[in-house]
T-cell receptor
C-alpha cells in the first residue's frame, strides 16, 4: 500500500492564481481531511469528509474548496491564492465515519508559497 | 470552537535528561491522540488514550490521560537524539464538532548530545 499520497510536493503561485492540491489514499478509509500547518500554530483543520459525496468545513475553510467524488481522492482547491495561504498542507485519512476517533494517517505534505 | 492548549512550546534538553509535554482542554475529551513530527516530515501517530486515568507506555515514552479526561501528558525518560522533533496532542470531542480533531500547537524538542 502507498498509504496517503500528495502532489505536488512543492508549489509556487502568484497572488490570484488557482490550483488544486491532490490527495489520494489506497486504504479504503472513509474519513479524509486537510490541514494547514503554520509556524507556531500547530495543525488547523480546513475541510473534512466522512465519505464520498459528503464534505464539511473545519476551523479555517475560507479560500478553499473540496469535493469527494470517490473514496480514494480528496482534492483541495485554492480559488484565488493569497500570500496568507503560504503554508504546508497535509492530507490525512482514517478508518470509519467517526474518523477522529481513530488513528490519522498523514501524507507527506505540500509546501506552498504564494508570492 | 474547541481548544487544546499545549505547553511548553519549546524544550531543550541534554541527552539523557527527561522531557515532559502537557496538554489541557477546557472541555471533556472523547479521546486524545499523540503524534510526532520529525523536522521536515509529517505527523506520525504515536498513541491514543480513551479511558479516564489511562496510562500507556511505549519503551521510554509514558502517556497519561487525566481522570477528568481534560488533560494529558507525554513523558520521555532519558532522551536520545532520535527523540528530536515536535510532539503534538490532538483532542477528539463527542457531540457537536465530533468529526473534528483539534491539535495543540506542539512542543518542539531539541536534544543536545
Amino acid at each position: 500500500n502507498a498509504g496517503v499520497t500528495q502532489t505536488p510536493k512543492f508549489q509556487v503561485l502568484k497572488t490570484g492564481q488557482s490550483m488544486t492540491l491532490q490527495c489520494a489514499q489506497d486504504m479504503n478509509h472513509e474519513y479524509m481531511s486537510w490541514y494547514r500547518q503554520d509556524p507556531g500554530m500547530g495543525l488547523r483543520l480546513i475541510h473534512y469528509s466522512v465519505g464520498a459525496g459528503i464534505t464539511d468545513q473545519g476551523e479555517v475553510p475560507n479560500g478553499y474548496n473540496v469535493s469527494r467524488s470517490t473514496t480514494e481522492d480528496f482534492p483541495l482547491r485554492l480559488l484565488s491564492a493569497a500570500p496568507s495561504q503560504t503554508s504546508v498542507y497535509f492530507c490525512a485519512s482514517s478508518w470509519g465515519v467517526r474518523g477522529v476517533q481513530e488513528t490519522q494517517y498523514f501524507g507527506p505534505g505540500t509546501r506552498l508559497l504564494v508570492l | 470552537g474547541q481548544q487544546v492548549m499545549q505547553i511548553p512550546q519549546y524544550q531543550h534538553v541534554q541527552e539523557g535528561e527527561d522531557f515532559t509535554t502537557y496538554c489541557n482542554s477546557s472541555t471533556t475529551l472523547s479521546n486524545i491522540q499523540w503524534y510526532k513530527q520529525r523536522p521536515g516530515g509529517h505527523p506520525v501517530f504515536l498513541i491514543q488514550l480513551v479511558k479516564s486515568g489511562e496510562v500507556k507506555k511505549q519503551k521510554r515514552l509514558t502517556f497519561q490521560f487525566g481522570e477528568a479526561k481534560k488533560n494529558s501528558s507525554l513523558h520521555i525518560t532519558a532522551t536520545q537524539t532520535t527523540d528530536v522533533g515536535t510532539y503534538f496532542c490532538a483532542g477528539a470531542y463527542s457531540g457537536a464538532g465530533s468529526y473534528q480533531l483539534t491539535f495543540g500547537k506542539g512542543t518542539k524538542l531539541s536534544v543536545i548530545p
